[in-house]
């Protein structure tokens, strides 16, 4: 992995230091310390660390308890499903839980959203079954073999595609994430879980035919600024991308995570522009029109625009700047007991790379950099974790990126003074969890 | 791609030329370009798929309502979401909102918010309304935008709404938009001590 510029030089497991500073230590902590470090391996000691799993829904069975465990389990005593059981795995029965987090008392379900669970995933590839959706005129069934792709406008060659052709042509493969522009309002009531608050984000591995290829078969004419992309849904979903981004890193995808699209996310084709508000990646793509200008539609005048407290409003607002939220521990779980936690989370930017993530677990007073677990990728979900030693006390624990442009990402309070309540979207924040003494994690903001 | 033949036999000639006859002859074309994957879209198929209307009045469909036709429009097709008047339901509110968007409970209205009236006619002629889209008449579709607009005060009850209309009428918050400034925000990399 390349490493920038601002790539830190010092480890980033400086542990040690940080568990002397947050560490007032009875002794079951001091002992858990002294073993940790003889262990030599503050993470990765399976055995003492599977104790301490957070999973709110685990708590139940997180403790190894006092009693034995059967020596011979039951699933050691008959053989399990045959092979075929299955043609098409789905997770455990006991992972039931982890599902879309869907609002309730939503006036209609046909334009609305539902939120990854983040607090429940490891890793940065989001399973294709748990990426957020935001339809706005629901979920089409699209038969490839109908589907087709026009482009047309200002191009010498109005093209017109199937599924099938767009396979043919040279393939790119590409891990981004995909985040919505309402990833939370500014507004209360404040989400509880870090899903209820930034699960407007997911990530995957997208295979598709680079647009620039595609606008290079069709020709650009002179005048050529915009391309106005257009969904085949009930919405008919409209926006206008910069010729910039189409002739940069777009892609029009028909895979996700190494199968076919899922129809949530634009089955047979959708438009994916890294970093860009999800709104832009426009899903059942069927229309690519080069302008000179924007259209201006419905959603990127009246919607996706970020009212400002003096009644202007800012538009064309597409980048996801820089941001990072603790799933672990997060809003609705419970820390089991005092002693170890790897404090994880995700980090993003739509301008590139992470760099860094610092944690917090004082209320944003000391700051310590966190480890980037790599793949660290552009405009890709990045994981960070941070060895933290909990003393069973009131805490307040944060994470803050920092991305290759040398943004930081900011506190809540800042870009409010600078946007007021009402801008709905691009909202990046810092996103405090208050850890109570009992273990449990509520939104530290009120 | 016309050809896999790369000897010039006779019938090697042949089939190419049976081929590039055929790529003249017939309409749809194999595309014409590097990789000759896809075809040519032709005229009237991007006429038909073409429907975006644009702020300084491209791309109008002909024809035109009255906002008395709008009003019967919009009883039934649209009051059950956004309310009698534009009032707003289980969809947008429509109506109301001048003067707010500078104070602490912004209304983000076709009136108060939405810069351009073409877009209004583009709109709802793609996505409206939310359980039947593109079922409406271009004459409906006319007859309904100037019906929301008149609940907006912003043309007469008399009005008759064409393209040229709508793209001459100048909405109160067409000059409320800027461009993105961002990054608008500029936190530090504080390390210790960063609490006020």
Redesign the interface.
Known sequence: MARTPRQPTTPATDVPATLEANTVGSAVTKGRRTFLRRSGAWVGSGVALAALDLHAQDAARASSGTASPPAIPDSMKAPGAPVGDKLYGVPSKYEAGVIRNVPKNQAQYISAASRTPLGDLDGIITPSGLFYERHHGGVPVIDPLQHRLMLHGLVKNPLLFTVDELRRLPSISRIHFLECSGNPVYTKPYGKTASDLVGLVSCGEWTGVSLKLLLDEAGLMPGAAWVMAEGADAAAMTRSVPLDKCLDDALVVYSQNGERLRPEQGYPLRLLLPGFEGNMNVKWLRRLKVTDAPVHSREETSKYTDLLPNGKAREFTFYMEAKSIITSPSGGQKIPGAGFVEIRGIAWSGHGKVVRVDVSVDGGSTWTQASLQEPVLTRALTRFRYPWQWNGRPAVIASRVVDETGYVQPAFEQLVGERGVNSFYHNNAIQPWRVADSGEVFNGNG | MATADRTPTACGVLRTVAAALLLTLSA?SI?????G?????T?A??AA????V???GRNFPPGQGTVAHGRDVYNAQCAACHGANGEG??GDRLTGGAGT??T?K?V?T?GS????A???F??IR??MP??A??SLSNEDVYAVSGYVLYLNGLVPDTAVIDGKALTSLKMPNRD????????????????????K
């Open positions: 749809p595309a014409q370009t590097r990789y994957i896809g075809r040519a879209a005229p198929e991007v798929w073409n429907i975006d644009e702020p300084d339901g289980m968007l500078a602490d912004p983000k076709v918010y939405w810069p351009y073409p877009t209004l583009d709109y793609r996505a939310l359980t889209p593109q409320g938009f800027i461009a993105d400034p961002r990054p608008d925000v500029k936190n530090r990399e504080c390390m210790t001590n960063c609490a």
